[in-house]
Structures are given as C-alpha cells and as structure tokens.
C-alpha cells in the first residue's frame, strides 16, 4: 500500500515560514491535499491540487509537489496557523484514499 | 449554504455495531462523492471509504473491508455509515466528508460523531 511520510512536529517563530514535507512514491505524479486540523474541529482543506487555494484560505499558505515530495509552505505564520496538517493523496493502484501521519506546527 | 450535520456521540460496547448518519444540504446531493474519515484519540486522519450517492456504489479501505457498510437515502439526502464488530481501538471521532471526485479534496466536513467502545 502507498505511504506517505511526514515529520510529527515542526516550530517555528510568529512571522517566519513553516515547511511542511509529505514524502511519497513518485507523489509528483498524483494530486495532493493538504488539511489543517484543530482540536475539536472538522477538518480544512488549505491547499488541493498540489498549490492551489481554496476561496478564503490566506495567501499565506501555499504548496508544491515534486518528485517524491511536496510541501506546505505557511508564510509568515501566525499563532491561529498552530494545529496538525494532514497530506492526502489518491493511490488509484490500491483504489484508497491515503492520509499522511500528520505533522503539528507548533508557534513558538 | 452546504451543510453536512452528524448524528451525536455514541456509547457501544465491543462486539455490537453503531451506525452514524450525515445528513446533507445545500447542495445537489447525487452530485458529489461522501467519504468518512475517522480520527482516533491523539491520532492521525485515516480513510475509510466512499460511496457514489447517485449510484450508491461504495469502495471500501481494506482495512474495513468486511465489517463496514456505507448506505444513502436520497429521499432524506443522508448517509449512512455503519461499523460491525466493534473493539476498543474503534474509539474515534467519525466524519463524513464530501468531494466532488474520487482524486478531488474534501470541501466540507461533517461536525464528527465521537464513538465510544467500553465494556
């Protein structure tokens, strides 16, 4: 079955960048999402489709897939940007949808 | 405006089964796709499977395969997902989650339903 892998905690300061990796088989040939999660509360896409943003989401954050990695980009990170962000991809040769483990930022 | 709302939180005990709905609005219901997702205590997001509102089709993770049954009714635009032979490690919060395509992102979730399995 297809793997994604991310680190479990990421820091950093308010106003700086957070990189968020999601590593994966030639996941630069697949559609990736990326869901920040808080505690408590539903799920929310911030990226699909490797970098693009959904109505509402800030500039801020942005994404990129290449290779065997994409990344989460938050810039200039706030301490609302702190909660878990999840990758997802569809694995059409096993017919799942995959979640990464998760990685939780944490602002400093 | 889309509105996915869950049934509230439930108590089993291992062995017995728990069916959670998710009741659909503000939009076309035969035209997206609903996944359910499951996220246990301090734990990660996983996928349990879909199902094809307009055709009622589904396609189920392995891991589930066998003990979860996903249904809809289209006369009250809800879904249903029921989980068989439940355990402990099947404490989680359970959402439904709707997407436009099997490869599509999920646009909106469910509030969640937390099931809880004690003896």
């Known amino acids: 079955s297809y793997v994604l892998t991310q680190p479990p905690s990421v820091s950093v300061a308010p106003g700086q960048t957070a990189r968020i990796t999601c590593g994966g088989n030639s996941i630069g040939s697949k559609g990736v999402h990326w869901y920040q999660v808080r505690p408590g509360q539903a799920p929310v896409v911030v990226v699909y489709d490797d970098d693009d943003r959904p109505s509402g989401i800030p500039e801020r954050f942005s994404g990129s897939n290449s290779g065997h990695t994409a990344t989460l980009t938050i810039s200039r990170v706030e301490a609302g940007d702190e909660a878990a962000y999840y990758c997802q991809v569809w694995d059409s040769s096993g017919h799942e949808v995959v979640f990464g483990g998760g990685t939780k930022v944490t602002v400093l | 405006q889309v509105q996915l709302v869950q049934s509230g939180a439930e108590v089993k005990k291992p062995g017995a089964s728990v069916k959670v709905s998710c009741r659909a609005s503000?939009?076309?219901?035969?035209?997206?796709?609903m996944h359910w997702v499951r996220q246990a205590p301090g734990q990660g997001l996983e996928w349990m499977g879909w199902i094809n509102p307009n055709s009622g089709g589904t396609n189920y993770a392995k891991k589930f395969q066998g003990r979860v049954t996903m249904t809809r009714d289209t006369s009250v635009t809800t879904l249903y997902m029921e989980l068989n032979r439940l355990a402990s490690d099947d404490t989680a919060v359970y959402f439904c989650?709707?997407?436009?395509?099997?490869?599509?992102?999920?646009?909106?979730w469910g509030q969640g339903t937390l099931v809880t399995v004690s003896s």
């Open positions: 503000g939009y076309t219901f035969t035209d997206y796709y």
């Open positions: 989650a709707r997407a436009v395509g099997i490869p599509a992102q999920s646009d909106y």
